[in-house]
C-alpha cells in the first residue's frame, strides 16, 4: 500500500494561504473548537469528517488543522487520496499558531451550536 506524502506548512504559511483564500479546516471536536479556534476556521470533527468531508471544495487550497497536526495529517492524506489536489496539514496545529502569536479566538461557544 502506498502511502501518501503530506504536505505540511507553519503558521506563517498557513495564515498567509488563508489571507489569499485558502480553507481552514479545524478537525477538532466540538468541545475543544468551542474553548479556542483560530479566527475563520470551518469546524468539521474528526468524529463526523467521513460523512462530512465532501462539504469542502475541491477547486480552492484548504489548510487542514488540529491540535497538534496528527489528526489533521490524516485528513489532509485522506483528501488527496480523494482526488483534491490543494490540500496542506498546518504542522504543529492550533498549538504552534498560538506559539507563534497568532490570532486565536478564545470567546467561549456552547460546543452544541457548533
Known sequence: MNEVQVPEVGPQEAQEMIARGALLIDVRE???FAEARIPGARLIPLSEFMTRFTEIPQDVPVVMQCRSGRRSAQTTAFLLAQGYREVVNLGGGILAWN?????VDTTPKDPSTL
Open 30 to 32: 466540538r468541545n475543544e
Open 99 to 103: 506559539q507563534q502569536g497568532l490570532p
